[in-house]
C-alpha cells in the first residue's frame, strides 16, 4: 500500500526552530513537495526535493533521503504566522499520482 | 497575474441536487487538478487533466461525480446527485508540469460545499 506518515499537531514559540518529520512508503518514488495550507485558505508550495540532501529557502529547509524514505521541513526563525498546516506530499514512481499526508498541523505561541 | 479562479466560494444545497463547481487556471499551465478536502480524509485528489484531456480519474469517488475541461481556461465538477456525505472543500490546482515534475501547482481559494 501506500502510505504517508507525519505528526498529526506539532507546537512551538516564536523564534524558535522547528523540525515537522515525513516518513512514506510508496510504489516507487519520483519527487516530494512540502506545502503550507493556513486555516481556511488554499496550499501554497513551499519546497521540492527530488535527490538526497537539504534544500534551503530562506527561513525554510527540507530535506530527503530516498534510501530511508523519509524528509523533514526545518523552519528557523519562528513568526506567528508560521501557525498552519504542512502537508507532505509524494509523487509516484511514474510521476503520475500524487499521495498526500493528513498534514501536521503546527501553532507558533508567543 | 490572476491565479487559478474558482466559483462558487461557497455552495450550500439540498441532497439530491445537482452540484456544478467551475475552475479557471491560470493561462498557460497544461494540467489541471480537482481536489476534494475533508478534515478526516485530507486533501484527496480526484482526477487530473493534461491539454484538456483527463489523465488520472482513479481517485474520482463514484459515478455521481464527473469532470469536464471542454477547453484550456475552464473546467467544471459536477455531482449529481449529491449527498450529504459530499460535503467538503473542493480545490482546483493547475500546473505548467506533470505531477512529479518540479513544477509546483498554484490552488484556486477553493469552494466550501454543504450538502444538506
Known amino acids: 500500500g501506500q502510505n504517508i506518515d507525519q505528526p498529526t499537531e506539532m507546537t512551538a514559540t516564536e523564534g524558535a526552530i522547528v523540525q515537522i518529520n515525513c516518513t512514506y512508503q510508496?510504489?516507487?518514488?519520483?519527487?516530494l513537495f512540502w506545502y503550507q495550507q493556513h486555516a481556511g485558505e488554499a496550499p501554497t508550495f513551499l519546497s521540492y526535493n527530488v535527490l538526497d540532501g537539504l534544500e534551503e529557502k530562506g527561513r525554510f529547509s527540507s530535506f530527503l533521503s530516498r534510501s530511508k524514505g523519509y524528509s523533514y521541513l526545518l523552519l528557523k526563525e519562528l513568526q506567528m504566522k508560521d501557525s498552519a498546516s504542512y502537508l507532505c506530499v509524494v509523487c509516484n514512481q511514474a510521476g503520475t499520482a500524487l499521495i498526500f499526508g493528513k498534514g501536521t498541523t503546527l501553532s507558533v505561541s508567543s | 497575474d490572476a491565479g487559478v479562479i474558482q466559483s462558487p466560494r461557497h455552495e450550500v444545497t439540498e441532497m439530491g441536487q445537482e452540484v456544478t463547481l467551475r475552475c479557471k487556471p491560470i493561462?498557460?499551465?497544461?494540467?489541471l487538478f480537482w481536489y476534494r478536502q475533508t478534515m478526516m480524509r485530507g486533501l484527496e485528489l480526484l482526477i487530473y487533466?493534461?491539454?484538456?484531456?483527463?489523465?488520472?480519474d482513479s481517485g474520482m469517488p463514484e459515478d455521481r461525480f464527473s469532470a469536464k475541461m471542454p477547453n484550456a481556461s475552464f473546467s467544471t465538477l459536477k455531482i449529481q446527485p449529491s449527498e450529504p456525505r459530499d460535503s467538503a472543500v473542493y480545490f482546483c490546482a493547475s500546473s505548467l508540469g506533470y505531477p512529479g515534475s518540479n513544477q509546483p501547482q498554484h490552488f484556486g481559494d477553493g469552494t466550501r460545499l454543504s450538502i444538506l
Open positions: 510508496t510504489s516507487g518514488f519520483n519527487g
Open positions: 493561462s498557460g499551465h497544461d494540467y
Open positions: 487533466f493534461n491539454n484538456n484531456v483527463p489523465i488520472d
